[in-house]
DNA sequence: CTATTAGTTCAATATATTTGAAGTAATGAT
DNA sequence: ATCATTACTTCAAATATATTGAACTAATAG
């Protein structure tokens, strides 16, 4: 036997300490007194240390035995809670769920709404990750995440609800000072041509690279990322289309420009919820909860 | 029953996920397969929760199975610590070790060896305390701390052991540019005397307050520590004697200026730790014998 | 100097665990 | 496909452990 103590003996130790007498604490724990006094004594005697000095009528604990009910106490409160976890993750609670942003939106309204479900369900680990375009999609394919919150993209066959929770404005934007903006309005395809356009990686592995709409003929530059995307626009490096709610500091400090097109209308796309069909997870459950009373502009962070 | 877990079933859940069967987990447990068979179902039972899949041949852990694996596995761990703490403090090792120190010794030395028996002991709890002159001996006296490590001034009685474990010199010094430096040396005490001398409150409660043996006649201006002492040189607002190890940075950028006095020797104190005679803890003891073999130097941090 | 309180001891009893033999069902080998 | 083997389960009996209540001891409060 490595360690002698047991559960039980560290739960008649706790009530012995906080009752102030063993006859209190049999009482407490609808046993009598002598239970106690041989669960005391057995314990002692296993571990070989005295944890009672019994000189006086009352039995007080010694120095030892009171540094035993202290940490005794932290082992308890862990079985409990390790007991509450099992019942919970066994009540259809997962043990953790994986949500995938797509990269166009902003982490920040999703912290606070996983700061809210921590508060309330502390034992279940959130893991969030990133991908870009139909990244996100395909992370809830290949079963690389629970919930997928991203640009849009239906997926086929039915293993998945999806939901639109909104829609996201995407304008053409480019560089302050940026030739185009001498240009005349609106813009044509021609003068567009003559300049690079941005693309952000798509980052899907196992589905088919998606074309995201852009025109053809003109040079690409492949950046990994939307705030890369960005700051390649806010450099001049490139044209293209940007999310409003992503660019609102750079169009106010006019380091960006919007620009008018002939031929495109200021494209929506619409923003999705997806997840598996017969994922019957609790905590999924609540997060597209919320996620459907969120108001657009809360998850944007307008 | 709140938890119906028993570190016993914890034990056993280990050993059948690391042996991977029930069969060589009852052969290092000394059980018989039915046993551990019994001690599974009976958890499984009180928790109403499955926690192994029996399907195949082999059983298999259950998510939530594997969470109390992992769970379990830190609550054992610390049960384990928790009696081998207590059986080391059963054992003559303290809980904790309050040492006093007197503010004319510099902190820095003495956390490294705090560290270092940290290290070797992590349960055990090192109060430090800092006191000025006498104040070491008279916590040690009032029983607040252990080990007292600090200025001499021994203490009557056979209650403590003290040990001389060096000597600090100690200096006159002034400002830079202070009158006295001016006047011809070696200086006397008519000329000292006309400067504020700068006394460190003695933190003494219940020994007769010690006087320093500081000249007499002469303005004092009492601060409340070594620290404070050193500043008031340094601005000039009175002189006196101050520890070498403590000023030399001073010293050497000329801030203050170290002079010689007619009727004083550069004054040497003796460095003391002290103790309870009948202190048999071992932590004390391993202090006591560390600071022992410590060099002086070391330990004034020079 | 009792009377009372607090805890202990002990034999009897109740409960829990362990055992070994027999059983079941899945897997692997032929 | 069949059969032996593996891996665990079930069950009654045996054993170990915990609980009880009655009798006991020792400290302290009145």
Known sequence: MISPITLDALKVLDAIE???SFA?????????????????NKLEEDLAIQLFDRSKRKAELTPVGKMIVEQGRLILNATDELTHM???????WELELRICIDSILKFKPLYSLIALFHEEYPWIDIRLTEEVFGGTWDALNSGRCDLMIGADGDISGSKFTAKIIGTIDFIFAVKENHPLCLEQKPLTDAMIKKYPSIVVADSSRDLPTRSAGLLDGQARITVPSIDKKIEAHCQGIGVGYLPIHRITKELNSKEL???PLRDHENRQHDLYIAWGKNNKGKALAWFVNKLQQMEMRELLDY
């Open 24 to 40: 209190a604490a049999a009482e407490e724990l609808f046993r009598v007194p002598s239970a106690i006094s041989y669960t005391i």
């Open 257 to 259: 420009i919007a620009l």
């Open 18 to 20: 906080r009752k102030k």
């Open 86 to 92: 099992a019942k919970q993750s066994a009540s259809g």
